[in-house]
């Protein structure tokens, strides 16, 4: 199982980036993906879910109505948008595949700042 981050970058404040994370070795389509950050000096945080078949999402608090995950099982990636980006979303992005254990990604750098 791999699933690889991409993406990142450094965006000023109210700007926009979309994160993408291509998986492969499993059924992609039959699993949940889930994007988590970590900031500097914080603990790895979830920041959104997506359901197999794309039916359900759950989106932390800090986020919601600024970020929106989705996934595409013939390309077996999953994306995240995130929208009226801010200073505290600044962190490294995770991508996590739960395939009987945890797989993460080596996570993608995201920097918002003037």
């Known amino acids: 199982v791999q699933v690889a981050e991409s993406g990142g970058g450094l965006v000023q404040p109210g700007g926009s980036l979309r994160l993408s994370c291509a998986a492969s070795?499993?059924?992609?389509?039959?699993?949940?993906m889930s994007w988590y950050r970590q900031a500097p000096g914080k603990e790895r945080e979830m920041v959104a879910t997506?359901?197999?078949?794309?039916?359900?999402?759950v989106y932390a608090d800090p986020v919601k109505g600024r970020f929106t995950i989705s996934r595409d099982n013939a390309k077996n990636t999953v994306y995240l948008q995130m929208n009226s980006l801010k200073t505290e979303d600044t962190a490294v992005y995770y991508c996590?595949?739960?395939?009987?254990?945890?797989?993460w990604g080596q996570g993608t750098q995201v920097t918002v700042s003037s």
């Open positions: 996590l595949a739960i395939v009987g254990v945890n797989y």
């Open positions: 997506i359901t197999s078949s794309s039916d359900r999402t």
């Open positions: 070795g499993f059924t992609f389509s039959r699993y949940p």
